[in-house]
């Protein structure tokens, strides 16, 4: 080591010549952006994975940790990310959050909205269930598309479907809008149109307009009567009729929305304190579709997010997809409209029956376990100090609603013959 005699100072080494006195720089280190690649995961991986978490709850009986998570996943679904990748999913996209117990250990529980969600749904059918002779007639609705390079990835299944291979070509997309029940598809129900986009999430490509005219024109005069209609929330479906002004509103529009309601507020409050008093004050929810089915003498019950696996219909559309691939050898766009309708007619009762069997068996396992859960993770909790009640994990700052993307601004292309 260099030593210094007292009053000397270590001088800035350069790589500056003495005789021209300039002193030569290096150039700070650039934090260039690292891209991280997509992880691109369908509904029924996302439920493969719900499906491990809760089972460190019950059966494993064990905290799931981000780490245990990550390594069951890898070894059991081939997940093919890491960790960072893994809490984004279980937070955005299975409604999962993170708490920190008193030993400063992080473990993921179930957001209580979803759970409570889930309850409710789970509930309502088997006490319709319990009706015996007198039981209410349950109609699953759903959208889905298809376009022509499918030939035998992964879709929903049962563990004896067999799946279906798509080629991720960019082609023309068909979507399909139907309804059914364990007697079959509703006859008269079928809708088949073509996309505008031969791109991108087919929901882009109806708007609350045109589905409501399907219900209306297509479903409703099709329905066994006094039943009960099982959707998700798609933004087409979630149109609220009674929805209050939101922050970005005007502050009259908001004044307006409080009088109309005959809630006292002062002149002189600020907007911020009367979003506060509309957020205390709104209503709960109701939306046009469920008003429609409502005044025909149904019933609407929408499924928990997350859970399309509740929906039989999600089945019955990979049955479909697998006997479009099975005949689709020419992978040409000019037969995909017929191959998908006679798909749709092969479609039998029989085999609605199974995928309504297979959910009905589905929904008994989430009712046992959802109570064997709720004892066991507050068994594992108490096992590791409690949960701290002060101190939350960044991941637990997580909205306490749901709320709707009501976007409405897409439309549906290929349906206007049907809709003039």
Excluded at 17 to 40: C, E, H, N, Q, W
Excluded at 187 to 192: F, I, P
Excluded at 198 to 214: I, P, V
């Amino acid at each position: 080591m260099t030593s210094f005699e007292d009053g000397e100072h270590p001088q800035p080494s350069t790589s500056a010549s003495v005789a021209t006195d300039t002193i030569k720089l290096s150039t700070p280190g650039k934090k260039r952006k690292k891209y991280k690649k997509k992880i691109d995961l369908d509904n029924f991986d996302l439920c493969a994975i719900r499906s491990l978490v809760e089972s460190f709850y019950t059966t494993r009986k064990e905290i799931p940790t981000l780490k245990k998570i990550l390594t069951i996943a890898k070894r059991e679904l081939n997940f093919p990310g890491q960790k960072d990748a893994l809490r984004n999913i279980l937070i955005n996209d299975l409604g999962y959050s993170f708490k920190k117990c008193k030993r400063k250990r992080d473990f993921l529980v179930q957001r209580p909205e979803i759970a409570a969600w889930r309850a409710k749904y789970l509930r309502r059918l088997k006490e319709n269930d319990e009706r015996g002779a007198e039981k209410k007639p349950v109609t699953f609705i759903d959208e889905t598309w298809i376009h022509s390079h499918y030939t035998v990835s992964k879709c929903w299944q049962n563990s004896s479907d067999s799946s279906v291979r798509i080629n991720h070509s960019p082609g023309q997309r068909w979507i399909v809008v139907h309804a059914g029940n364990e007697n079959g598809f509703i006859q008269g129900a079928e809708l088949l149109y073509k996309c505008k986009s031969t791109t991108g999430d087919y929901h882009d490509e109806m708007d609350a307009s045109n589905f409501t005219k399907w219900i209306k024109e297509k479903l409703i005069p099709n329905l066994p009567p006094n039943g009960i209609i099982v959707m998700d929330n798609a933004p087409y479906h979630s149109k609220q009729a009674n929805k209050p002004p939101n922050f970005s509103a005007r502050k009259n529009e908001m004044q307006t929305w409080l009088q109309e309601h005959n809630i006292e507020f002062d002149d002189k409050m600020t907007k911020r304190e009367l979003y506060m008093l509309i957020q205390r004050n709104k209503p709960e929810k109701v939306y046009f579709i469920d008003e429609i089915f409502r005044a025909h003498g149904h019933e609407v019950l929408r499924l928990p997010p997350y859970h399309c696996d509740l929906n039989p219909i999600e089945y019955v559309w990979n049955l479909m997809k697998q006997r479009v691939a099975d005949k689709n050898i020419d992978q040409s766009e000019k037969d995909i409209e017929r191959l998908t309708k006679a798909a749709i007619q092969s479609i039998t009762p029989e085999d609605w029956k199974k995928e309504c069997n297979h959910v009905d068996r589905l929904r008994d396992k989430f009712w046992h376990n959802d109570r064997l859960y709720e004892h066991e993770e507050r068994e594992l909790i108490i096992s590791l100090g409690g949960e701290d009640s002060d101190s939350e994990t960044e991941d637990n700052i997580l909205s306490d609603n749901i709320e709707d993307d009501e976007n409405d601004s897409a439309t549906m292309s290929g349906v206007e013959a049907f809709l003039e």
